[in-house]
């Protein structure tokens, strides 16, 4: 599968593992219009961190300043949704609140909201969080491995996630070999 077509407008949800690519993979492949030449929202949590980041004095952690990362996130989430366009979101799995407030959202704008799933062994994803120069507690990856979990099963059963119109299940290869996710 070289591309993954959706009608103009959708809302699409790319979830995995923490390190799985999810960030590379949105970046790589989704452009910033659609076939028409509308805006495609790319809302990634990891660039509202990096904002924040700049933003802060170097000898504050990460944790202290995460609920205002978190808050900048889902306002700018909000604003996407909202306009009107395709969007493409990076989403960690562990909070299906999420994805029930995109299918609300994809329902009311009369279009529909899909999964992609990037389904990455564990060790895989460790190694591209280390790779990143970053990482999740054991605690944390345990909790995102439990969500992906149900949402890998759901796939693989056929039964997309309530809400969603569609899951597409993404092994490392196939992501690879993935060159775009578009939107007619």
């Known amino acids: 599968m070289r591309e993954l077509r959706y009608v103009a407008g959708d809302l699409v949800v790319v979830s995995g593992l923490p390190g799985s690519g999810k960030s590379t993979l949105i970046r790589r492949v989704v452009p910033v219009r659609d076939a028409q030449g509308r805006p495609v929202r790319r809302v990634d949590s990891q660039d509202a ?19 205002l990362v978190r808050l900048a996130h889902y306002a700018g989430l909000r604003r996407a949704v909202r306009s009107g366009d395709s969007v493409v979101v990076h989403d960690c799995g562990t909070m299906p609140w ?35 120069g970053r990482g999740v507690s054991p605690y944390a990856f345990g909790r995102h491995r439990a969500a992906v979990g149900r949402l890998r099963a759901e796939a693989l059963a056929g039964t997309p996630p309530p809400g969603c119109a569609s899951a597409v299940l993404l092994d490392r290869a196939a992501a690879g070999a993935l060159a775009d996710i578009g939107f007619d």
């Open 49 to 67: 961190r990096d904002r924040w980041e700049r933003r802060m004095p170097p000898w504050l952690a990460y944790p202290a300043y995460r609920p």
């Open 98 to 132: 999420v994805r029930r407030w995109l299918a609300r959202c994809a329902r009311r704008r009369g279009v529909a909201l899909h999964l992609v799933l990037l389904d990455v062994p564990p060790r895989l994803a460790l190694a591209g969080q280390a790779a990143r």
